[in-house]
């Protein structure tokens, strides 16, 4: 698969190495602060010698007729698969799997430059980090780390230094609420004082209203009459005399 990938990019000795950083693993988690980060593209290799390969072609009208997918099998396991999604000749997508059958690794090229753009990094099959391109200079520039499936944080390399340059923390994961601190140019440090908040603000959970009770009436004056009887004009005559 090397052979596939020359045209598209120069990658230089270890080009069928995985990415690493020069701290912290593959993805550079756990770098410090102000290292510089490895911003090379590199590409894992997707052999097909000795191996089944399985090719099939789209049937929809949409697609070009030159438009293909390959998969690479290893004793019935498939291992990888390469793909031409537009039919240009050159392959777009690279997808690397587990002994579980499960995704690790995929590879893409997206930008008008055929070069290698993105690689994502996955972990029990879910996405854990990916690394991207965005300015179109051939180094990686972007780390973003997922939880659960969603963006949580973003690590940027703005200048194109190989330093990150701003962090980002989206609440919660994978919406488009973010608290973006750009570096202090003179520590490299992250600087609060600068920070940036972009998407609404999380609206704080609505406690339950009151209550309402309705107050109890007093009870209206009694209406009973009185038992005592009225002296008769008679008694009042006894009485005078």
């Not at 590409?43 to 097909?48: F, L, N, R, S």
């Not at 989206?170 to 570096?183: C, L, M, R, Y």
């Not at 209203?209 to 008679?234: D, G, I, N």
Request: hydrophobic share 30%; glycine share 10%; net charge neutral.
């Amino acid at each position: 698969m090397c052979a596939l990938v020359a045209p598209l990019m120069s990658l230089g000795a270890g080009a069928c190495s995985s990415p690493t950083a020069k701290s912290g693993g593959e993805n550079g988690a756990g770098a410090p602060i102000g290292e510089i980060r490895d911003t090379s593209i590199t590409h894992e290799d997707c052999p097909t010698a000795g191996k089944q390969v399985k090719t099939s072609k789209p049937q929809s009208s949409f697609s070009s007729n030159k438009s293909y997918v390959s998969h690479v099998f290893d004793n019935g396991r498939e291992v990888c698969s390469f793909a031409d999604l537009d039919g240009d000749g050159i392959v777009d997508l690279w997808t690397f799997f587990g002994p579980d059958g499960k995704i690790r690794r995929r590879e893409a090229s997206y930008g008008v430059t055929k070069g290698i753009d993105e690689i994502a990094v996955y972990k029990d099959g879910e996405v854990d980090l990916v690394l991207r391109e965005t300015n179109f200079d051939g180094k990686i520039d972007t780390w973003d780390y997922y939880e659960a499936g969603k963006l949580a944080r973003r690590e940027r390399d703005k200048s194109g230094a190989g330093r990150v340059e701003e962090w980002w923390t989206f609440e919660p994961p994978g919406s488009d609420n973010a608290t973006i601190i750009p570096a202090d140019p003179r520590t490299g440090k992250p600087d609060p004082s600068q920070t940036i908040k972009l998407g609404a603000p999380v609206a704080p959970k609505a406690s339950a209203p009151p209550v309402m009770t309705k107050p109890t009436a007093s009870p209206p004056p009694s209406t009973t009459a009185s038992t005592t009887a009225a002296p008769s004009a008679s008694a009042s005559a006894k009485k005078g005399k």
